[in-house]
């Protein structure tokens, strides 16, 4: 049931008040699976990474994998968890394709890691996310539905299912209800994303890329009027990007204030996020703990985490990145606005390695926070899967070695962002080569000259004003490739001004 007129997002959040909640799901990165010695690696052919454990044919028992438990208590670590000196794995019963044994391996009543936090920055305003579990589990195989428009199930013509996934450790991160956030809902969801994120790959213990869904978020959202207890939460399945996470928000937010507005009520589902409309749609009813029919692991005995091993493992942990980056904002002499804009871009790890890799911080921002920022923007790319902070540092340098102007730069980078190789490839290919040959520009100095002698009377008399007319000649000339700075002042020497 929806609404007859559209809302808009001032509307619900004048008349409603969301919570959200996040499941975040970390694909580990193991060298092997999590119950058995199969490789991990990303991208192989299908079904070529597969065992009769993570199969679950008849007859074959998991051993677990000590350095998926090592990387999950890290992460608890991380997040201030407390680390449960006795937990166990249980089976988690459904019956879909992408589940070779019919059941997950997964923890239930006894996680890892229990009651911790995590703090967020929104608007210069710190947000408190609170952390109900960590636990550890098996990932699921990976289906592919063929010859739909969609890729989904609805439409599709064949199934196929690659099960390399399959038994792949899979850290999922589950917040207790976020309430109070008002408008800021979207963004405290990006933002909280954002920074779990940036917290595991500090401990290098996952790649965490979301495009190859090593990261995967479910959004749950609800919307009560003021006063009144919390609504009926939908959730909104393996949003991939940080953006999307945002948008997700938005949309259901707007979706349920419609529903709601109609005097219709909201059901407890499963909801997909199209990434080209912006929308949810519906998938299915959501289950309870109940319909999974959990019970303990029998194949599996208990974990109970010596305190000296966890106590060495805290003491290990890096500087959190919110002191990371409070370090950077300092040495890069940054404004808490100007890193915000940074932090809201997400452009402050790559702004940190194009650094390492040779460019001064005011010119590595200038790039990302500049012309890469805004194509991003445009066509609401990712801003790290524009190009690497490799090829800026090499842009950079031409620029630092006098090969190219920030003008010509601009040209190269469009050349690099499609793909046409790196930013010196490029600026050969397309002939773009600052002009530097002092012969080439003397003769076109003459040239500008000749053609206006009444302009080079004035520079001549002292207005070196003027000299810009010259100077727009000679640039007209070397068409853009010559050195605006060094052309003005060979023109100057040349009129004796």
Known sequence: MTTTAALTYDDVIARYEPVIGLETHVELGTRTK??????????????????????GLPGSLPVANRAAIEATIRIGLALNCTIASWSRFARKNYFYPDMPKDYQISQYDEPLCTEGWLDVEVDGELVRV?????????????????????????????????YNRAGIPLVEIVTKPVPGTGARAPQVARAYVTELRDVIRSLDVSDVRMEQGSLR?????????????????????????????????????????????????????????????????????????????????????????????????????????RLHRRRLQEAWGLSDHDMQSVLNAGAVELIEATIAAGTAPDAARKWWMGELARRANETGAEL????????????????????????????????????????????????????????????????AIAANPAVAEK??????????VLIGAVMKATKGQADAKSVRELILKRLGS
């Not at 699921?140 to 063929?146: A, D, E, I, V």
């Open 34 to 55: 999590m119950f058995c010695g199969c490789p991990t690696e990303f991208g192989a052919t299908p079904n070529t990474q597969v065992c009769p454990v993570c199969l």
């Open 459 to 468: 520079v001549r008399g002292g207005q070196v004003a003027a000299a810009g």
């Open 130 to 162: 609170e952390i109900e579990r960590v636990h550890l589990e098996e990932d699921t195989g990976k289906t592919l539905h063929l010859g739909g428009a969609t890729g989904r199930i609805h439409g599709a013509t064949e199934s196929l299912v690659d």
């Open 217 to 321: 978020c479910d959004v749950n959202v609800s919307l009560n009027r003021p006063g009144e207890e919390w609504g009926t939460r939908t959730e909104t399945k393996n949003v991939n990007s940080l953006r999307s996470v945002e948008r997700a928000v938005r949309s259901e937010m707007l979706r349920q204030a419609g529903v709601l507005d109609a005097g219709g009520r909201i059901v407890q589902e499963t909801r997909h996020f199209s990434e080209d409309t912006g929308d949810t749609r519906s998938g299915r009813s959501k289950e309870t703990a109940t319909d999974y029919r959990y019970f303990p692991e029998p194949d599996l005995v208990p974990l109970a985490p010596d305190a000296a091993w966890v106590a060495e493992l805290k003491a290990a942990l890096p500087e959190s990145p």
């Open 384 to 447: 790290g899967a524009l190009t690497t902070p490799e090829q800026v540092a090499a842009l950079q340098r031409l620029v630092d070695e006098g090969k190219l102007t920030d003008k010509l730069a601009r040209t190269v980078l469009e050349g690099v962002v499609a793909g046409e190789g790196s930013p010196a490839e490029v600026m050969a290919a397309r002939g773009l080569e600052v002009v530097s040959d002092t012969g080439a520009l003397t003769a076109a100095i003459d040239d």
